[in-house]
């Protein structure tokens, strides 16, 4: 039998501002197996001197860097094999939760803060594919109907 305890979690974000969001919620991942997916910035490689993280190159809206951080996001799932990805978004964490989804793991999106009045890119790239969507605004919900509202993750 296999519980929620035993459960390994994949917590995919950009550096910067989704990483610190994301870190906000250290309390789901705190006693499980765990490891983090990020880009080489300041608050990520700092994370890395105290939790298991892997680096890949960000996509930049460019085909062949979407293509070759895909390729490093599956050799890291594969080597892993989480159970559950979890993603504050932007580019690092669309490749996750992507191939998340077509390798049969749950998902979940939180939407970032940031985003008020339009929906983020990442937002609207994963919104139907992901197993549990969250917005932290009420008017986020008008882009993403089918999102819970669950509030600021920044306490």
Not at 1 to 20: D, F, R, V
Not at 78 to 87: A, R, T
Not at 127 to 139: I, S
Request: net charge positive; with cysteine; aromatic share 10%.
């Amino acid at each position: 039998m296999n519980n929620s305890n035993n459960k390994k979690i994949c917590i995919a974000a950009s550096a910067g501002g989704h990483l610190t969001e994301i870190l906000q919620l250290n309390k789901i991942w705190e006693g499980k197996k765990h490891f983090f997916i990020s880009d080489k910035r300041i608050n990520a490689i700092s994370l890395a001197e105290k939790e298991k993280t892997y680096f890949i190159l960000p996509p930049r809206r460019s085909y062949i860097r979407t293509g070759i951080s895909f390729i490093q996001t599956l050799i890291i799932m594969l080597k892993e094999n989480p159970d559950i990805i979890i993603s504050t978004g932007a580019e690092i964490g669309y490749p996750a939760l992507i191939l998340g989804h077509y390798l049969g793991k749950k998902t979940i999106y939180i939407e970032t803060l940031a985003r008020i009045n339009s929906p983020s890119l990442c937002g609207k790239l994963v919104y139907k594919k992901v197993d549990c969507f969250y917005v932290q605004w009420r008017e986020s919900l008008k882009f993403f109907p089918k999102a819970k509202y669950v509030g600021s993750v920044i306490e």
